[in-house]
């Protein structure tokens, strides 16, 4: 809300200096859309992560841009390099010009192993090094529970393998769950309109 002189209230009334009525204003609309988490938001998880660039966020932090999510670890001999050739190609079919509204996002099950510093390694081994790829390392209770939003289920079945889902996960910029492509090397078309659609209405 604003007054005449334009000193911006959070409540509606009348301005406590000026006496004047309060005006809801556009700006202040669009402010408090953008400041919105909706319940089904995966930045209402405050878990802290790593960056495969050392640094330490919240997933809040990629808020405003639309997510292409996969859980993987990079010791993975099997299912894992076809995720990550999944989540390439799908990076060949959006425009260069949208990549900036966009956030590939990589989620290591393997803590222990997946160091900041490995995860670099095999960002640039599979090119994919750019600003708009992510990789993170969490903990095994944060890495648990982001899982479980995402409905992806793995196990440690051995020292040095996992078992687990094979799934893509779209979120639009506001961190809601919109589309996941399930499957290796399955049709992803569906998964590269969806992200389109998203970007257009950022």
Known sequence: MACEGKKAYNNSGSCPICKMDLKTTK???KEMDNNHISDES???L???WNTEEGLIIHLEDLKGKTLVMVMIYTTCKAACPRLVADMRNIEKQIPKNQLK???FVLVSIDPKTDTPERLKTFAKENLMD???WTFLQGTESSIREFANVLAVKYKQISPIDFSHSNIISVFNSGGELIH???GLGVDNKETVRTII???NKN
């Open 46 to 48: 405050t878990t802290t």
């Open 180 to 182: 996941q492509q399930e």
């Open 27 to 29: 700006q202040d609309s």
């Open 101 to 103: 509204d966009l956030q």
């Open 130 to 132: 750019g600003t708009h």
């Open 197 to 199: 659609e998203l970007i």
């Open 42 to 44: 995966i930045f209402n």
